[in-house]
């Protein structure tokens, strides 16, 4: 059971927008930052988004983070059959003095 | 370019123990905190430990305090979990990654429990 709320799956076309929601507490989501991760198949999490809406260097506009009190949400335009992953929402956990992640996303572009 | 690079990983017997070692590399180690996160086969991941630059706060999961302990060593650029009294569920691959946002991720090093 994880700390963190995402649903197992989602999915669209490609091109679509597809939403990623990711639920947590005052004490991680609500009170520090939000990250998110993409992990391919067969390969290690990437960094998307750090302090909840921004891109590292390199990360396309085509993804994006927000955050509304407990709630998180990464969006991903445009779709491609590359974005075909597992997807992660991270943050600190001021309760439990530990990281948390949500249970993760499959994303299947159809 | 940063680097980080697992090794230690392998296949050990339940109650056994196992040090991982995390080389890093393409930034200055001693100025960043580092973390070791798993994912157990087919599986979500799962938040091991944190240590600050100076290993002077160091953060563990519940379920693994008393036998996981994380160091590090500046001089060496080097992060390490030492795994004590391993158990089958303690199966995974074990990953380092760079700072409190885990921006960069090595490729990770399998540790199997299994007799």
């Known amino acids: 059971q994880s700390v963190l709320t995402q649903p197992p799956s989602v999915s669209a076309a490609p091109g679509q927008r597809v939403t990623i929601s990711c639920s947590g507490s005052?004490?991680?989501?609500?009170?520090?930052?939000v990250t998110w991760y993409q992990q391919l198949p067969g390969t290690a999490p990437k960094l998307l988004i750090y302090d909840d809406n921004k891109r590292p260097s390199g990360i396309p506009d085509r993804f994006s983070g927000s955050k509304s009190g407990t709630s998180a949400t990464l969006g991903i335009t445009g779709l491609q059959t590359g974005d075909e992953a597992d997807y992660y929402c991270g943050a600190w956990d001021t309760r439990l003095s530990a990281g948390v992640f949500g249970g993760g996303t499959k994303l299947t572009v159809l | 370019e940063v680097q980080l690079v697992e090794s230690g990983g392998g296949l050990v017997k339940p109650g056994g123990s196992l040090r991982l070692s995390c080389a890093a590399s393409g930034f200055t180690f001693s100025t960043y905190s580092m973390n070791w996160v798993r994912q157990a086969p087919g599986k979500g991941l799962e938040w091991v430990a944190n240590i600050d630059s100076s290993s002077s706060y160091i953060y563990f999961a519940d379920s693994l305090k008393g036998r996981f302990i994380i160091s590090r060593d500046n001089a060496k650029n080097s992060l390490y979990l030492q795994m004590n009294s391993l158990r089958v569920e303690d199966t995974a691959v074990y990953y380092c990654?760079?700072?409190?946002?885990?921006?960069?991720w090595g490729q990770g090093t399998l540790v199997t429990v299994s007799s």
């Open positions: 005052s004490s991680n989501i609500g009170n520090n930052y």
């Open positions: 990654a760079r700072g409190a946002d885990r921006d960069y």
